[in-house]
């Protein structure tokens, strides 16, 4: 969808908030969006489905979603789904949750 978020925004007038996939650029699409939209960014659903969770890919790909939408003033919202699995591990979606809010905290805090 982040190319094509002019063209949802001219068909939907009350259009408030646009879903980005984790193979989308998130610098394009906060661009696009600018202040007017929120980005319900859906991040990488691999990243929690390994036996032994690994933060430093997830906080890699939040850090790329909160620098776009801060340099924009686009407001974001992230959307974890799509888990097929979690290893047998439920702790990981706790850890995955902790490492989210944590850079969110270095942007917004």
Known sequence: MDRKI?????????L????ITPWADPERA???MGRNLVM???PNPALVSSQR?????VEA?????????KRHGTPCEFVLKDISTI?????TLTQWAETVNAVVDRYYA
């Open 87 to 91: 290893a047998n591990q439920p702790e």
């Open 6 to 14: 002019d063209i949802l925004q001219k068909r939907f007038k009350n």
């Open 30 to 32: 906060a661009e696009a």
């Open 53 to 57: 969770f690994n933060p430093q890919p």
């Open 16 to 19: 408030r908030k646009v879903s």
């Open 61 to 69: 790909e939040m850090v790329r979603y909160m620098e776009a939408c």
């Open 40 to 42: 319900a960014a859906k």
